[in-house]
T-cell receptor
Framework: NAGVTQTPKFQVLKTGQSMTLQCAQD?????MYWYRQDPGMGLRLIYY???????DKGEVPNGYNVSRLNKREFSLRLESAAPSQTSVYFC??????????????????FGPGTRLTVL | GIQVEQSPPDLILQEGANSTLRCNFS?????LQWFHQNPWGQLINLFY???GTKQNGRLSATTVATERYSLLYISSSQTTDSGVYFC????????FGAGTRLTVKP
């Protein structure tokens, strides 16, 4: 039971290049999330997927696209990388969606992160 | 969106000391979690605590939802407790505080 896995662990891109970050979870969770963490800050939500086939914007979606490939996998794509996208990217999953409300344990579990540098 | 403030931003302790970390939030929340980010960057779930009090070994947490704050207590701190502690709240989306950086010296 690996939990949440992410690939790659490290990546260096040149401005304008594209790439896809991969995330998979084996906890049979319905919801998955992509966050970014910049130095000295907490995580900020980029996109999330409440269930297979649905995606929604988070706090900082500009410059990113996502695909919920199936229940297990959620990918994040940078079409034209910019230096401002240099960050550590975390994927997470939870059993329920962000709109579940109170009464359900909706704990999020995080992957190990991908450190991305855009030159 | 909801605002999350953590205090203090930095904390330096001697091994064996106790500490209290605080998380204030600006609106009612559905869920609240505490995480420890270790020096290798890994996020470790500490508590899922939208209300009430929980304890796990030397760590405990209390959330007073009606007054919009949560506290994380660390007793008899160890060098392995070093890292950044984050509070995260959920109300339609997920918002993290900026964290408290804890350094425990031997």
């Amino acid at each position: 039971n690996a939990g949440v896995t992410q690939t790659p662990k490290f990546q260096v891109l040149k401005t304008g290049q594209s790439m896809t970050l991969q995330c998979a979870q084996d906890m049979n969770h319905n919801s998955m999330y992509w966050y970014r963490q910049d130095p000295g800050m907490g995580l900020r939500l980029i996109y999330y997927s409440a269930s297979e086939g649905t995606t929604d914007k988070g706090e900082v979606p500009n410059g990113y696209n996502v695909s919920r490939l199936n229940k297990r996998e959620f990918s994040l794509r940078l079409e034209s990388a910019a230096p401002s996208q240099t960050s550590v990217y975390f994927c997470a999953s939870s059993e329920f969606s962000l709109h579940t409300g109170t009464g359900r344990r909706n704990e999020q579990f995080f992957g190990p992160g991908t450190r991305l540098t855009v030159l | 969106g909801i605002q999350v403030e953590q205090s203090p931003p930095d904390l330096i302790l001697q091994e064996g000391a106790n500490s209290t970390l605080r998380c204030n939030f600006s609106d009612s929340v559905n869920n609240l979690q505490w995480f420890h980010q270790n020096p290798w960057g890994q996020l470790i779930n500490l508590f899922y605590i939208p209300s009430g009090t929980k304890q796990n070994g030397r760590l405990s947490a209390t959330t007073v939802a009606t007054e919009r704050y949560s506290l994380l207590y660390i007793s008899s701190s160890q060098t392995t407790d070093s890292g950044v502690y984050f509070c995260a709240v959920e109300r339609g989306d997920m918002r993290f505080g900026a964290g408290t950086r804890l350094t425990v010296k031997p």
